[in-house]
């Protein structure tokens, strides 16, 4: 069976909205300001877009501060978002996620964890506040399982009750836009996905090429 195409399914549900009327909500989920940046540019012209950062994965609450201020001044910035939301830093929720997890490979069961966290804090969010699509800027990474994620957006949509809009941000060059973004906007650009797991993988493989 062929793999969906979620960039095209996303294209489609967006050529289907009303053409006059109210601007459908969408809650966006934004891991950083980097991976945020193209996603953004791509759903403004047909959403009004809240960004929603809940991200307790991260190192440290000194760079997940850091990420939340450079999405916050992206999103004022470029003003392709009408606010943005930043959750406080929770490490505990994550930690308590992935126990048992903490072993598994890059990719694995722990990253699946992770993500599912992430897009049920969202879901409930944007079921709560009456949003009419919520989704996640994760897809735009070339190292993010695409397919993982919409089928994880989907169930928990479902569940939560709010519709999951499909993505794959990378598709249509939207890296290589996040990349072009991110240098004209200055926002700083990690070089680890934010987990202490990724950072040591980081570091691995800075030792065996190094």
């Keep these: 069976m062929p793999r969906a195409n979620y960039d095209a399914l996303m294209q489609a549900l967006i050529d289907r909205l009303p053409k006059d009327g109210p601007r459908p909500k969408l809650l966006l989920h934004c891991c950083c300001a980097p991976c945020s940046t193209a996603a953004m540019e791509r759903l403004h012209q047909a959403f009004d877009i809240t960004v929603y950062y809940y991200n307790p994965n991260i190192d440290t609450a000194a760079e997940h501060d850091l990420r939340a201020r450079e999405l916050q001044d992206f999103t004022a910035r470029s003003g392709l978002a009408d606010e943005a939301v930043i959750l406080p830093y929770d490490p505990d929720a994550y930690l308590a996620a992935i126990r048992g997890l ?4 890059e990719g694995g069961a722990r990253c699946q964890r992770c993500f599912a966290l992430r897009l049920r804090q969202a879901a409930r969010y944007a079921a709560q506040h009456g949003y009419d699509y919520f989704t996640t800027t994760l897809t735009i990474s070339p190292l993010k399982n695409a397919a993982l994620l919409n089928a994880l957006g989907e169930q928990i949509g479902g569940e939560e009750g709010i519709p999951f809009l499909n993505s794959d941000f990378k598709k249509r ?3 290589l836009r996040s990349t072009e973004l991110s240098h004209a906007y200055g926002i700083y650009r990690q070089d680890y996905c934010g987990c202490a797991f990724s950072k ?5 493989r800075r030792e065996q090429t190094g």
């Design 102 to 105: 903490e072993q598994e490979p």
């Design 173 to 175: 060059g939207g890296y």
């Design 200 to 204: 040591a993988a980081r570091d691995r």
